[in-house]
């Protein structure tokens, strides 16, 4: 079994890309809701949630929040990325 120490550290090695398709435009308040994530609205009537997450629980509480909001999605993307400089 892993160290849960080194897993911990690993993590902090990372930060998250968010990508969250909505199914229609979203007020722009909820950019602070949403902890300051870029909000744009589409053509398509769609809205795209984008930015970057400093910690996997940062990324569950987003998903969390969408899920309580009530918000339909198109679709959503989560990507790990190595932080600059490692």
């Known amino acids: 079994m892993k160290d849960h120490h ?10 998250w890309k968010i990508r969250v398709r ?8 909820l950019k602070d809701y949403f902890g300051g994530l870029n909000i744009t609205h589409e053509k398509e009537s769609t809205t795209l949630i ?3 997450l400093p910690d996997l629980p940062d990324v569950y509480g987003l998903i969390l929040k969408l899920r309580d909001s009530g918000i339909e999605l198109v ?3 989560v990507e790990r990325l190595l ?3 490692r």
């Open 6 to 15: 080194n897993l911990e550290k690993n993590y902090r090695e990372y930060i």
């Open 22 to 29: 909505t199914v229609a435009h979203l007020d722009d308040w």
């Open 50 to 52: 984008s930015g970057e």
């Open 75 to 77: 679709s959503l993307q």
């Open 83 to 85: 932080k600059k400089g």
